[in-house]
């Protein structure tokens, strides 16, 4: 190895290196202040983000969960086919959206996204009504305010309780002919 390619050789990778570390920092601090401002806009009773917002981030933490990842190190618009992904876990992201929003989406939904992003603008495009009901009774659930009318109050079970009258109980005279 000589000695001047050595040096250019190792600045190159240095910059290299302090460009990645730069770039996940600053991933790592913008999904910080997402969080932030989720936790502020929850603990004051109120939400400021739309419900196309509260979907991408929902999203994109439960890719995280499926994926075994911290949510830190999932950029919502790295191409999800970088990310390694099998049928399992995408069934399984797909899964937990259905169940978490209360809404049917097919497991191949997912190969239409190229990126988390784009996927919760596909599930918002076509179950936009129910998302944005679900995160309504959810913050109707936060603020105490019923969302649903309550039900009616059920009759006392003793209340209409009627005696219902035994069989009349017959007896045999001979072999086969009923008596009274």
């Known amino acids: 190895m000589t000695s001047g390619g050595g040096g250019d050789l190792r600045d190159r990778m240095a910059g290299l290196i302090d460009k990645e570390l730069v770039e996940r920092a600053r991933l790592r601090l913008d999904a910080e202040r997402q969080d932030a401002r989720s936790l502020k806009g929850a603990a004051a009773g109120e ?26 190190q999932l950029d919502p618009q790295e191409n999800l086919a970088n990310l390694g ?21 097919a497991p191949t939904t997912f190969f239409e996204a190229r990126h988390v992003e784009d996927l919760s603008a596909i599930l918002f495009a076509r179950h936009g009504a129910a998302i944005t009901g679900h995160y309504a009774k959810a913050d109707a659930a936060e603020t105490g305010e019923p969302d649903v009318p309550e039900p009616a109050a059920l009759p006392d079970q003793n209340e209409d309780r009627r005696e219902i009258p035994a069989p009349p109980h017959k007896t045999w005279k001979s072999a086969g002919s009923p008596g009274t």
Do not use: C, N, Y
Not at 58 to 68: G, Y
């Open 47 to 72: 939400t400021e983000l739309s419900a196309e917002d509260r979907l991408a981030r929902d999203v994109w933490k439960i890719a995280a969960a499926a994926l075994r990842m911290p949510e830190d």
């Open 85 to 105: 992904i099998d049928s399992i876990a995408i069934t399984e992201v797909m899964v937990q959206i259905s169940r978490h929003f209360g809404i049917s989406v």
